[in-house]
């Protein structure tokens, strides 16, 4: 069996990622690239001998695998018999991707994430430490300051679940850490040189909407700048930019401003979702979950994810394809779990454009088409970023591009350009937003 099989095998039926692109967001990324770094600022083998310098590992422990969807990689598992690997994925000039791994059981946490962070310590300058919202937490008073770092990423990806938003992006020197999982099932660290990957909060669904300021706030909190942040965002948000309520939110939700505020977060989003700014309903919905990482349609949430869904979130509309008929949510006559799965396809979200692809291939709920699912393949393909779905995503696309012809493929790979143009337009037709200055009609005229 392939790493890519395993790979699969661990994450397949997960929750994933969903990255939402812009001109703008392209904008955004070809400016950081001109800067950016072609690889790690550190070689394979310094990984290998610092990770096997920990109790977890032996450098006896690593091997190349030839995967045969994205070439060499080298993998290491522990050899004490802890549920953690560490994946090696080179590129053209170097070390492209550090990836980790965890699984329950979760007894020696504290172990792991220490040493994610002696990796961490090879790249990046000690960043500042949030431990407020934590400090009760026996496990985080052990741990070193760049361990508390990194333990603070994972704590605060786990508070914005569920939903199917499951990457957090921050950056510090250059380098990109990108947590995501399904706690408490499974958690994955991924290091990269920052090549503008995006999640929910930088760049954002509608950032060529943001009025200055905004965008300034989104690279402070991409870079975990948060003690900068409120001097830039609260005036914004106290103008009512929607925009800027949804991060001044975020900021309380994650516990980022003090300790975590759940009802002063709602008091923000409720200011975007007065201008149905789909973000901010689906936070509203999604905040507060039982079961952390499990997402309960409940009578007081499902209102709300329908009203996120008509306002054009992919996550909401993801979830409510994944709901059965029940007293909480009954899909509307007519309308199809395939209708609301392709629609959180087209507007961006990967675990959708996966569904899709997937459905197409094996004529589940749709007339099979070899072509359609190959071309949301490579939706799916172009929409990956390093993480739990980047083998996945290659391995993907190429199993469905079996057997196609070449005039398929062309066929396929015109299909794919044009299939998922993403996120309605905001604000709606008839909403008008005063402090952008915005005529709705002119912005989002009906289709």
Same mark, same amino acid.
């Given at each position: 069996?392939?790493?890519? $099989? ?9 929750? *994933? ?7 703008? $967001? ?5 400016? *950081?690239?001109?800067?950016? $770094? ?60 550090? &990836?980790?791994?965890?699984? &329950? ?28 919202? #934590? ?8 741990? !070193? ?152 349609? !409940?009578?007081?949430? $499902? ?78 393909? %172009? ?11 290659? &391995?993907?696309?190429?199993?469905? *591009? ?13 299909? %794919? ?18 402090? #952008? ?11």
């Amino acid at each position: 069996m392939s790493f890519s $099989a395993l790979i699969h095998r661990t994450v397949t039926g997960q929750a *994933r990622n969903g990255l939402y692109a812009t001109c703008l $967001a392209c904008c955004f990324l070809i400016w *950081r690239s001109e800067s950016r $770094a072609d690889s790690l600022p550190v070689d394979g083998q310094i990984v290998i001998d610092t990770v096997a310098s920990s109790d977890l590992f032996s450098a006896e422990g690593f091997v190349e695998i030839d995967d045969p969807y994205i070439g060499p990689v080298v993998v290491g598992q522990s050899d004490t018999g802890s549920a953690i690997s560490v994946i090696l994925i080179p590129g053209d000039q170097g070390l492209d991707q550090v &990836q980790i791994i965890m699984t &329950q059981p979760w007894s020696d946490l504290a172990a792991r994430v220490e040493l994610v962070a002696s990796l961490a310590s090879l790249m990046i300058g000690p960043p500042p430490v949030f431990t407020e919202p #934590l400090a009760e937490d026996e496990t985080l008073a052990s741990l !070193s300051p760049m361990a508390k770092w990194v333990y603070g990423l994972m704590t605060e990806a786990w508070l914005g679940w569920p939903g199917s938003e499951q990457r957090l992006v921050r950056v510090r020197d250059g380098v990109s850490f990108a947590v995501e999982g399904v706690p408490p099932d499974i958690w994955g660290i991924t290091i990269t040189p920052d090549w503008g990957y995006g999640d929910q909060t930088w760049p954002g669904p509608y950032v060529e909407l943001d009025p200055p300021g905004v965008t300034e706030a989104r690279m402070l909190i991409r870079e975990g700048r948060y003690d900068e942040v409120e001097a830039v965002l609260l005036p914004l948000a106290e103008a009512e930019v929607p925009q800027a309520a949804k991060l001044m939110g975020d900021m309380y939700r994650f516990g980022r401003l003090a300790i975590p505020n759940q009802q002063t977060a709602a008091d923000w989003y409720l200011i975007g979702g007065r201008f149905k700014e789909p973000a901010s309903i689906w936070s509203l919905a999604a905040m507060g979950s039982e079961g952390w990482g499990v997402f309960f349609v !409940s009578n007081f949430k $499902a209102p709300l994810i329908v009203r996120a869904s008509e306002a054009g979130s992919a996550d909401a509309m993801f979830v409510l394809a994944g709901t059965n008929a029940s007293v909480n949510y009954v899909r509307p006559e007519g309308v199809t779990v395939f209708d609301q799965t392709i629609d959180a396809a087209r507007w961006g979200l990967l675990g959708a454009q996966q569904d899709i692809a997937l459905l197409y291939a094996t004529g589940d709920g749709v007339e099979g088409d070899p072509v359609e699912a190959y071309a949301w393949a490579l939706v799916a393909l %172009s929409n990956t970023g390093p993480g739990l779905d980047y083998i996945r995503s290659h &391995q993907f696309a190429q199993d469905l *591009r079996k057997g196609l012809s070449d005039d398929q493929i062309a066929e396929a790979e015109e299909r %794919s350009i044009v299939i998922a143009p993403g996120p309605p337009a905001w604000p709606p037709a008839g909403v008008n937003v005063p402090a #952008l200055d915005i005529e709705a009609s002119e912005q989002a005229p009906e289709p």
